[in-house]
Nanobody, 127 residues
Framework: QVQLVESGGGLVQAGGSLRLSCAASGRTFTSYVMAWFRQAPGKEREFVAFINWSGGSTFYADFVKGRFIGSRDNAKQTVYLQMNSLKPEDTAVYYC????????????????????WGQGTQVTVSS
């Protein structure tokens, strides 16, 4: 198993930046592909970014392309989401998720692909 703890959320003005972190503990971190999702009030959880085991391959939702960057530091067992040019519509609880490579089926946009989730961190963007 792996335990995930997000941090770095907060209140920021539109156009500003935040960097979210997700610290993992437990099994070997490189055994997992990682992702970021978000959930706004009254909406379903949606895919934001995917980071493969090495960090060498990333995919993004269309609405964050060019603004958000996902990365990971395997030595620190941490995955990051650098969020730039934030918009009020980015306001949500952001979650990191992990899926053991052995069970990864390639459906990186689907929340049910991932077996492990953090508790979430609130990001609020004011206009």
């Amino acid at each position: 198993q792996v335990q995930l703890v997000e941090s770095g959320g907060g209140l920021v003005q539109a156009g500003g930046s935040l960097r979210l972190s997700c610290a993992a503990s437990g099994r070997t971190f490189t055994s997992y592909v990682m992702a970021w999702f978000r959930q706004a009030p009254g909406k379903e959880r949606e895919f934001v970014a995917f980071i493969n085991w090495s960090g060498g391959s990333t995919f993004y939702a269309d609405f964050v392309k060019g603004r958000f960057i996902g990365s990971r530091d395997n030595a620190k067992q941490t995955v990051y989401l650098q969020m730039n040019s934030l918009k009020p519509e980015d306001t949500a609880v952001y979650y990191c998720a992990a899926d053991l490579i052995t069970y990864y089926s390639g459906n990186y946009r689907r929340a049910d692909e991932y077996d492990y989730w953090g508790q979430g961190t609130q990001v609020t963007v004011s206009s």
